[in-house]
């Protein structure tokens, strides 16, 4: 199923389709994308990824053909055939199972508008049951956020945060993850005498840049943070009027606290006890101090009481509200912000407004003409346990969860345990092995609309190229889908996705006041009232996003993680790579990223190798009661011992076979961070 290479490309300014950064890139007129200067990126720098990123666009294994299931083999059809058989079945599962049946995996790496209809389509339906890989990364994040702020995002921008005095980075290598970020916001910082500390088990090109570097071992963050706090209380470091204007609950937590040994709590986490008093003193004493916060922290099944322990640190030391201060989770997908933001969450509607609340529903059945369901719907980590039960039938937009769910051999045999499924995508990956219908859709090169990144900035994409084939727009998909699916089918009539826009800002309050040719070639930040001038960039200044002057001090106390370590087991923990994104599906096509580097390897400390007889190289097989994968070793001091590490970019090794499905019991987010595991050399 090759495509069609004369796509006529050209250049337009448009948002790179990887990580949450937001850089701006165009067709370079040479089978490249190249970057322009745009308002994250603003001389035009980009990293290996986004100058790959044309690399599949034009890629010989693009789906240029609807693919429907015959008799176990895929056999291309027509575009009228393929909907009708998807009509057909959605249809029939619902009449027999009810709306609930079915779960609609929204994609992070789509449009704002993309996944606005697609979102609507299955609210018009009758059901919430819509996720998207945000519950996989920072949903845990969101959710004690959007508690004790009421907000789940970052609270500060990129800007300023090149002006702040104290980085602390925790669960994350933005060196290598969200290059950019790095290069052009944290560095000038730190050259300018901002301190930074580093939290993570393993040495990395960010620790290479930090002032302190805090090894924790997996699973122990809160012993960890909890110990710090403890430091800041004991020294008379806690930002007295702020914990009396702008907090509630400071009693109780310090009374939690009093329990807290800092030696102890240090111990537990495999951590120097004078290290932590350090990173403790160097947060609070900096006049401005910013956490960012990644996986690390979050995919934990304690995660969100890890955030918890986090917000705890920024309110004591009156760290929020201000300029270079504040709680900053960086985005993984260059739309997972904007995904939740339009509601692609079961249990959110467009805005963050929860399903339950019977004013937000009626403000979008006046929109829409029928109301969206009031009950949470369920998550997609939850959905895939219930595949062939509860679920008969998965929509599966732009995502690949046949990979980048845990225990993915369990949920591939779930996967075949559906009645239907239907995927959208570009390629033939390892979630379309499963499908029975696969539509062609357009890549980001082919598509307009807009994204969020990680700092709340909306920014437009415009198309580089014309579609392969007989592929689609994305958009053009869904709304055909919604007016065949759903009975008030004038809901689905757009003409572009500006209009989709335009209602889009009539819903969400957050979106309010923006507007295409407000975006411009350039941004507007959320959140952007109607009767704004533009959007605010600084959260949390007089009042927080909850409307509450305070936010609330809560103690937290430990959990052990769910996969305990019996003796002779080492820990897996996981993570991304700087040449690589996601379950590689993109990645893994472009040449010049495979070239870096094509193939995984298992970091394991020389302690762990040299008492399994492994050496550098070496040929190592990973295995627990879940799976077992088989890579080669790279010895290095750079992982703590006990830990190892490799990314979830590969099919082979197909890292998450190892990971648990035990859920954070919050946002049930999956535990990819510390999976008990035996590691021996091959052979």
């Not at 979630?431 to 890549?443: I, K, N, Q, R, Y």
Request: glycine share 10%; charged share 25%; with cysteine.
């Amino acid at each position: 199923m090759g495509t069609d290479q004369n796509q006529n490309p050209r250049a337009e300014q448009t948002v790179c389709p990887y990580c949450g950064v937001g850089c701006t890139i165009q067709y370079a007129g040479n089978g490249k994308a190249t970057g322009t200067a745009g308002p994250v990126n603003t001389k035009g720098e980009i990293c290996p990824k986004g100058g790959a990123a044309f690399d599949v666009v034009t890629h010989e294994d693009r789906l240029t053909e609807p693919l429907v299931r015959e008799n176990g083999r895929f056999a291309t059809a027509p575009w009228e055939a393929a909907l009708s058989r998807v009509t057909d079945r959605l249809g029939e599962i619902i009449d027999q199972h009810g709306p609930d049946a079915v779960e609609f995996f929204a994609s992070s790496n789509c449009t704002n508008e993309e996944n606005y209809v697609f979102q609507k389509i299955a609210r018009m339906l009758g059901t919430n049951n819509v996720d998207n890989c945000a519950r996989l990364c920072h949903s845990s994040t969101v959710a004690a956020m959007s508690e004790r702020f009421g907000a789940g995002a970052m609270t500060n921008t990129l800007d300023d945060l090149a002006e702040t005095d104290c980085l602390l980075v925790t669960g994350a290598n933005p060196a290598e993850q969200h290059p950019v970020i790095f290069r052009s916001y944290f560095l000038p910082a730190i050259r300018n005498g901002a301190t930074l500390i580093h939290i993570d088990p393993r040495e990395t090109d960010t620790t290479d840049a930090a002032d302190i570097h805090l090894d924790v071992r997996p699973g122990y963050d809160i012993q960890l943070l909890n110990s710090m706090a403890k430091v800041v209380l004991d020294e008379g470091l806690v930002d007295e009027s702020f914990i009396e204007d702008r907090t509630t609950g400071y009693a109780d937590l310090t009374a939690h606290l009093d329990g807290v040994n800092v030696g102890s709590g240090a111990d537990a986490a495999g951590v120097d006890p004078e290290t932590v008093r350090e990173a403790a003193r160097a947060y609070a004493e900096a006049d401005r101090a910013a956490i960012v916060t990644g996986m690390g922290m979050s995919q934990h099944t304690c995660g969100t009481d890890n955030v918890h322990a986090l917000l705890n640190l920024a309110l004591l030391t009156g760290n929020v509200g201000r300029p270079g201060t504040g709680v900053n989770p960086l985005r993984g997908q260059n739309n997972v912000q904007g995904a939740g933001d339009v509601g692609a969450l079961p249990s959110v509607l467009p805005g963050y407004e929860p399903v339950t609340d019977p004013d937000a529903r009626q403000r979008i059945a006046d929109e829409w003409g029928a109301e969206p369901p009031s009950e949470p719907g369920l998550t997609e980590t939850t959905a895939t346990h219930q595949f062939g039960d509860a679920v008969k039938a998965a929509v599966v937009f732009g995502e690949n969860p046949a990979v980048t769910e845990p225990n993915a051999s369990a949920v591939r045999a779930g996967f075949d345990d559906l009645d239907f499924c239907v995927v959208i995508d570009l390629f033939e990956t390892a979630t379309v092995d499963h499908a029975d219908v696969v539509l062609p859709g357009s890549s980001w090169a082919e598509k307009a609309g807009t994204v969020t990144n990680t700092d709340r900035r909306v920014m437009r994409m415009r198309p580089n190229a014309d579609l392969p084939g007989n592929a689609r727009r994305d958009l053009d998909i869904l709304t055909d889908l919604g007016q065949r699916l759903v009975d008030e089918s004038d809901a689905f009539d757009y003409d572009g996705p500006e209009a989709v826009f335009e209602e889009l800002t009539r819903v969400n309050p957050l979106y309010a006041g923006m507007s295409y040719e407000g975006i411009g070639d350039s941004y507007q930040r959320w959140p952007f009232p109607a009767d704004a001038d533009c959007g605010t960039d600084v959260l949390h200044t007089e009042t927080f996003a909850s409307g509450e002057e305070t936010a609330p001090l809560l103690p937290v106390s430990p959990t052990p993680p769910a996969d305990g370590v019996a003796d002779g087991e080492l820990v897996l923990t996981t993570g991304r790579a700087l040449q690589h994104f996601n379950s590689g599906a993109l990645t893994r096509r472009s040449e010049t990223l495979m070239r870096m580097r094509g193939e995984d390897v298992l970091e394991i400390h020389p302690d762990d190798a040299t008492a399994r007889g492994i050496e550098d190289g070496d040929t190592v097989v990973i295995e627990n009661d879940r799976g077992s994968v088989t890579v080669s070793a790279a010895v290095t001091a750079a992982i703590r011992p006990g830990v190892v590490f490799c990314t979830f970019h590969y099919l082979e090794p197909l890292a998450n076979a190892l990971t648990g499905d035990a859920l954070d019991p919050v946002a049930e987010i999956p535990e990819y961070k510390h999976s008990a595991v035996q590691v021996r050399k091959s052979g």
